[in-house]
């Protein structure tokens, strides 16, 4: 089956800087998507993405379907960016079964 | 409006006993799933229903067994809980299985068995 790998595991930041999120997969994908889980525990949809560019306010996300990696930017960080970022990919089969990466932990200091 | 919601948000119960989590979508969609969040985080599919029938069950134990009374709603009961299945358990949507198929999540249900 599909391989998620997401990087890096974990990240530190000052409130106002900016980082970039990757997630690498083994397989051609029919869907992608950005979660960030917040420190309450929420799932939040970012993006769904399986290809090309997309911008959200101060995230945006890019997929190179072709070359198997899509990025998360977050620019100017804030706290309330502070969570767990998971990319998820459809697996094969058509059953709508989405394999989740390990996720990304960042926390953003003050 | 909550699109996908999950009663209950806590769930602290003893070895042994048989507890129901309840999952309602009001997003029109099709399929619905069950994932599990480990303690450390990890995501994984449980089932998933489209159209009330089952389509994924992901090798899990027969304790778990999910009902699908109609497309909006999917539960999941559990019998003889054990130790090992406190977890985060989440219910989410999509419209379809396959093609466009964003998938929404529920708020979680934490489930502690002591």
């Known amino acids: 089956g599909i391989q998620v790998e997401q990087s890096p595991p974990d990240l530190i930041l000052q409130e106002g800087a900016n980082s970039t999120l990757r997630c690498n997969f083994s397989d051609s994908v029919n869907n992608l998507q950005w979660f960030h889980q917040n420190p309450w525990g929420q799932l939040i949809n970012l993006f769904y993405?399986?290809?090309g560019t997309k911008q959200n306010g101060r995230l945006s996300a890019t997929t190179v379907a072709t070359e198997r990696y899509s990025l998360l930017y977050i620019s100017s960080s804030q706290t309330t960016d502070s969570g767990v970022y998971f990319c998820a990919l459809l697996g094969s089969g058509n059953t709508g079964k989405l394999i989740f990466g390990q996720g990304t932990t960042l926390q953003v200091k003050p | 409006d909550t699109a996908v919601s999950q009663t209950p948000k806590y769930l602290v119960t003893q070895m042994g006993n048989d507890k129901s989590i309840k999952c309602e979508q009001n997003l029109g969609h099709d399929t619905m799933y069950w994932y599990k969040q480990d303690s450390k985080k990890f995501l994984k599919i449980m089932f998933s229903?489209?159209?009330?029938?089952?389509?994924i069950n992901e090798t899990v134990p027969n304790r778990f067994s999910p009902k699908s009374p109609d497309k909006a709603h999917l539960n999941l009961h559990i019998n003889s809980l054990e130790l090992g299945d406190s977890a985060v358990y989440f219910c989410a949507s999509s419209q379809d299985t396959g093609g466009y198929n964003e998938q929404f999540f529920g708020p979680g249900t934490r489930l502690t068995v002591l």
């Open positions: 993405i399986p290809s």
């Open positions: 229903y489209n159209n009330k029938e089952l389509i």
